[in-house]
């Protein structure tokens, strides 16, 4: 009788590293990773027309590489969103944030209601908001946001991995994780 072995855990987790040399990405893709500064007003200031497609918004189950960086013993549900950032209707970054479920309205007050409002707009305006240190990552296409973007179709041929970076903002003792998986399409701008 053959047994069939499940993949291994980690190939669902991504490596996260403190330095972006750790993911040996090209010049312009560790400039895009590097920048410490609003993603979103770099994207408006290199395009036309700049938008957030918002996918989801809602409770879900934290990922396995997510739960600590936030501050939770375990996975667990949590507030998660998902958006595309489009600089002329093309995909260039998919962010995905979450935040515990038991932070409140004075923590993020913004967040409930962004709509399709970019959410780093309203991080880098709050003097209240600290931003961490920045980890970066290459996602293989197992990890669970890479499945998610291949679900979208938005890449024009699979990917096997990507660069991605993350780091937790902070407000009046909430955490946010705010994960940012930088799609081919931004070595055009």
């Not at 780093?120 to 996602?139: I, K, Q, W």
């Not at 994960?179 to 070595?187: D, G, K, M, Q, S």
């Amino acid at each position: 009788m053959t047994m069939h072995k499940s993949p291994p855990h980690f190939s669902t987790m991504a490596n996260w590293h403190n330095h972006v040399n750790a993911v040996h990405a090209s010049r312009d893709m560790s400039d895009w990773l590097n920048h410490r500064g609003s993603l979103t007003a770099r994207l408006v200031a290199r395009c036309q027309l700049f938008r957030v497609q918002r996918l989801y918004q809602g409770l879900a189950m934290c990922l396995d590489d997510e739960f600590a960086a936030i501050g939770l013993a375990r996975a667990k549900k949590v507030v998660e969103r998902e958006v595309l950032l489009r600089c002329d209707e093309r995909a260039m970054v998919y962010a995905h944030t979450v935040v515990s479920a038991s932070a409140n309205a004075t923590q993020w007050p913004l967040f409930a209601g962004l709509g399709e409002k970019s959410l780093g707009s309203t991080l880098f305006s709050d003097p209240l908001v600290e931003r961490g240190h920045l980890s970066y990552a290459r996602l293989r296409h197992t990890h669970p946001l890479m499945r998610r973007i291949a679900a979208l179709q938005v890449l024009e041929a699979p990917a096997l991995c990507l660069c991605a970076r993350r780091s937790v903002f902070k407000r009046k003792g909430g955490c946010l994780l705010v994960t940012e998986v930088f799609l081919p399409a931004i070595n055009s701008l």
